[in-house]
Nanobody
């Protein structure tokens, strides 16, 4: 079992930046693909970004490409999501997730992720 704890959410004005962090328990963090998803009110959970175990492969959702950056520090069991040029439509609960079945093959499908954090709220005001 892997526990994921997100932090870094909050209220920010449009055009601003935030950095989310997700700390994972356990000793095999570097063997998991890590992803970020989000759910806005009244919408399905949406893929945001994901990174392979070595960080060589990264994928982004179309709505955040060029604005968000995913990274990881395997020594700290932590994955980050740097968000810039934030828009009101980025308002959502952001979830960290781990895919234990893959190390280097990154998927955007939420059904493939085995472990989920509780989420952190990001609110972007206009």
């Amino acid at each position: 079992q892997v526990e994921l704890v997100e932090s870094g959410g909050g209220l920010v004005q449009a055009g601003g930046s935030l950095r989310l962090s997700c700390v994972a328990s356990g000793r095999t963090f570097s063997r998991y693909v890590m992803g970020w998803f989000r759910r806005a009110p009244g919408k399905d959970r949406e893929f945001v970004a994901a990174v392979s175990g070595s960080a060589r492969t990264k994928k982004y959702g179309d709505s955040v490409k060029g604005r968000f950056t995913i990274s990881r520090d395997n020594a700290k069991n932590t994955v980050y999501l740097e968000m810039s040029s934030l828009k009101p439509e980025d308002t959502a609960v952001y979830y960290c997730a781990a895919d234990r079945a893959q190390v280097e093959i990154v998927t955007i499908l939420r059904v493939e992720y085995d472990y989920w954090g509780q989420g952190t709220q990001v609110t972007v005001s206009s």
